[in-house]
Structure formats: structure tokens, C-alpha cells
């Protein structure tokens, strides 16, 4: 996932935006076209555009894909995990309890405590140690 799709993205379920990107994993790739520059959110510094002091670092930008990480909405509480690249934002009824509560066992050190607690719609609630 490129960091320019936080500019674009929102919670499927209440259409919250921005949403809060935690990365885990990232690769180098190579750039191979000019970057456009985030028109209202910049993913890669974390910040809407209008509120950054210095102009965003595009081309760094560019070059980083989002191998493993997770996207959360601060409005509703429900998390999506980026697994190979591909952010995976499914409705509440089509997403899969054993996959989700693996990902959070796998990568609970990196997770925010309240997203393995409270996050919907899974959680270790319970089972966290």
C-alpha cells in the first residue's frame, strides 16, 4: 500500500476520515513515474496538508510501500489490517474472526492497546497477557 492512499481513504462502516495509520512493515521499490503530491492528507507524515510546517518529503514518499501495518477509524473503533501490501477494508459481516484475531495475536506488540481491547469488530479482549 503507498502511503498516498491516506489521502483517499475512509471507514467503510461510518465514513470517517482520515483514518490512522500504524506501519509494521515497509520495502524500498522503485520509483517509475512522477509523484503527485496528497491534495488533504499526507500518510507519510501523518498530517493533514494545511496544517504541516515544512513542504512533504513526495519523492521519499514515493519510494516506501506498506508491506504489513493496520488502518483504524477514531471515530467508530473498527481497525482493517495491511497484509501483503493490500489493505484489507471489508464490512463487519464479510471479514473472517480467526484471520483477524491471528493478525492481532501476530502483531499485538505494535498494536495500540485500546485497538486489542475495544477495536471492532475483533478483539483479544480477554486475552491479552
Same mark, same amino acid.
Given at each position: 500500500?503507498?502511503?498516498?492512499?491516506?489521502?483517499?481513504?475512509?471507514?467503510?462502516?461510518?465514513?470517517?476520515?482520515?483514518?490512522v495509520l500504524h506501519v509494521f512493515e515497509t520495502r524500498e521499490i522503485e520509483q517509475t513515474s512522477k509523484?503527485?503530491?496528497?491534495?488533504?492528507?499526507?500518510?507519510?507524515?501523518?498530517?493533514?496538508?494545511?496544517?504541516?510546517?515544512?513542504?512533504?518529503?513526495?519523492?521519499?514518499? /514515493? &519510494?516506501?510501500? *506498506?508491506?504489513?501495518g493496520l488502518l483504524s477509524c477514531g471515530e467508530c473503533g473498527r481497525w482493517?489490517?495491511?497484509? +501483503?501490501?493490500?489493505?484489507?477494508?471489508?464490512?463487519?459481516?464479510?471479514?473472517?474472526?480467526?484471520?483477524?484475531?491471528?493478525?492481532?495475536?501476530? /502483531? &499485538?506488540?505494535? *498494536?495500540?492497546?485500546?485497538?486489542?481491547?475495544?477495536?471492532?469488530?475483533?478483539?483479544?479482549?480477554?486475552?491479552? +497477557?
Amino acid at each position: 500500500m503507498k502511503y498516498r492512499l491516506m489521502d483517499l481513504l475512509i471507514c467503510p462502516m461510518c465514513r470517517h476520515f482520515p483514518l490512522v495509520l500504524h506501519v509494521f512493515e515497509t520495502r524500498e521499490i522503485e520509483q517509475t513515474s512522477k509523484s503527485k503530491k496528497c491534495e488533504i492528507y499526507c500518510g507519510y507524515e501523518a498530517s493533514r496538508i494545511d496544517e504541516l510546517i515544512n513542504e512533504p518529503d513526495c519523492e521519499e514518499c /514515493w &519510494k516506501k510501500e *506498506i508491506v504489513t501495518g493496520l488502518l483504524s477509524c477514531g471515530e467508530c473503533g473498527r481497525w482493517y489490517p495491511i497484509q +501483503d501490501e493490500i489493505p484489507r477494508m471489508l464490512p463487519d459481516n464479510m471479514r473472517d474472526k480467526n484471520r483477524d484475531s491471528q493478525f492481532l495475536t501476530t /502483531w &499485538k506488540a505494535r *498494536i495500540p492497546d485500546k485497538i486489542l481491547a475495544e477495536g471492532r469488530p475483533f478483539n483479544l479482549s480477554g486475552r491479552l +497477557d
